[in-house]
């Protein structure tokens, strides 16, 4: 269900990809996606307002389930496509200020 929770949205978001990091095995990947997702808290509260949260959690929620559909079906060229989508359509959200 979508949310307005700000606060809500960043850590499902960072706990979310974090979790997927973790869950590749590689400490490594786990190392070096930490600085982005620190970024991403730092910032995206700041973003993310009013009606446009609820946009926001909706497509994070959507690009998540599209990951996850990927990574269960191990197919990793699909895991791949969705999650450069799922970074596309955020961007571009950002870009807009929601």
Do not use: C, M
């Not at 590749?24 to 600085?35: E, F, N, Q, T």
């Not at 994070?60 to 990951?67: K, L, P, W």
């Not at 559909?69 to 895991?79: F, R």
């Amino acid at each position: 269900y979508p949310t307005r929770d700000r606060a809500r949205i960043v850590h499902g978001n960072t706990a979310f990809h974090t979790a997927l990091a973790l869950a590749s095995g590689s400490s490594w990947i786990a190392r070096l996606l930490r600085p982005t997702l620190e970024t991403w808290k730092r910032f995206s509260a700041a973003l993310i307002h009013g009606e446009g949260a609820a946009a926001v959690y909706a497509v994070e929620a959507e690009g998540h389930d599209e990951i996850v559909a990927a990574v269960l079906a191990q197919d990793p060229d699909a895991a791949e496509r969705a999650l450069q989508h799922h970074l596309r359509v955020a961007k571009t959200l950002f870009e807009e200020g929601r």
